[in-house]
């Protein structure tokens, strides 16, 4: 902030105090300040970080026991699913099982009547 008001008002500071000397009792305490915040950022900031990092804050063998339930639960969710593929599986082939025998019949009942029709035809 007192970086922008130095820009705003710079050539007013210029002319009220002695041209441009005056501008310097505004630069240095805020450049001051900044590296002050710099400073206390740089030791603060890590320190914060560390304090509270997830590794930190978590129970590292309750940490692995949910990982182990989540990957479990993977499994059996995979697993499942291929049971049901399967079963789907060995459902659609019975059907078509199924189909071809009812198919094969209906071929030799219409292949029994064809060769009754015709044997009846040439009796005549």
Not at 71 to 80: F, G, I, M, S, Y
Not at 87 to 111: I, L
């Amino acid at each position: 902030i007192s970086f922008a008001v130095l820009l705003v008002f710079n050539s007013t500071l210029k002319t009220e105090l002695n041209a441009g000397a005056g501008s310097w009792y505004f630069i240095l305490p805020s450049v001051c300040c900044y590296i002050l915040f710099l400073m206390l950022w740089c030791v603060i900031m890590p320190k914060y970080t560390q304090c509270t990092s997830l590794g930190d804050l978590v129970r590292k063998k309750h940490l692995v026991d949910i990982d182990a339930r989540s990957k479990l639960n993977k499994a059996q969710t995979k697993r499942e699913e291929e049971i049901d593929y399967l079963a789907a599986e060995k459902e659609v082939e019975e059907n078509m099982e199924r189909r071809t025998v009812r198919r094969k019949r209906q071929d030799s009942s219409q292949s029994n009547l064809l060769a009754r029709f015709m044997g009846k035809k040439s009796t005549r």
